[in-house]
């Protein structure tokens, strides 16, 4: 019994590899605003070219081993989708950048407004604060609101990640 991937996964698993950075790479493109269309972009031409090397291989294709590149291609796509819908909409890591932003001390309601740019967020901001208290990245004292020093290195995390990406 052979343990070593096959062409096709092997090629796949190059290609997992290869998709943060073509989003890294497409995020230098001005044309390609939207996150969404960002991933899809670059899921499409992760797909595409492990179609054309399945093609290109020389050799015979075996059945299971395409479908096992294809399978991991699929996972890989899944685990960076989860990175990136994070990085790129995530309520919690949004609702911690705001507050940071603000560089001072709010009410829980002058932090709502800061994130919903002068709406209310009501029962779903207070269970979003009640998560960023329990992580331990803000810390909340005489009714008001601050990030820790934990907190603050997530958000420079973030910011610095969401730069290189172009998400923000």
Avoid at 2 to 24: D, E, K, M, R, V
Wanted: a positive charge; one cysteine or more; glycine letters at 12%.
């Amino acid at each position: 019994m052979n343990l070593l991937p096959g062409p096709a996964q092997t090629i796949a698993i190059c290609l997992s590899l290869w998709l943060p950075l073509l989003l890294l790479g497409y995020a230098r493109f001005l044309s390609i605003r939207s996150a969404g269309s960002r991933f899809r972009i670059g899921c499409v031409t992760i797909v595409a070219l492990f179609g054309l090397a399945c093609i290109a291989l020389p050799g015979e294709r075996q059945f299971d081993d395409v479908v096992g590149g294809v399978l991991l291609l699929a996972t890989a796509i899944l685990l960076v989708y989860v990175f990136w819908s994070l990085l790129a909409w995530g309520f919690t890591l949004t609702l911690l950048t705001a507050l940071a932003q603000a560089g001072r001390p709010l009410t829980e309601e002058q932090w709502a407004a800061t994130y919903m740019q002068g709406g209310d967020l009501g029962t779903f901001a207070h269970n979003r604060l009640k998560l960023l208290l329990g992580s331990g990245m803000i810390v909340a004292a005489n009714g008001k609101v601050s990030t820790t020093a934990k907190g603050l290195i997530v958000v420079r995390l973030v910011k610095l990640v969401r730069f290189a990406t172009g998400l923000g």
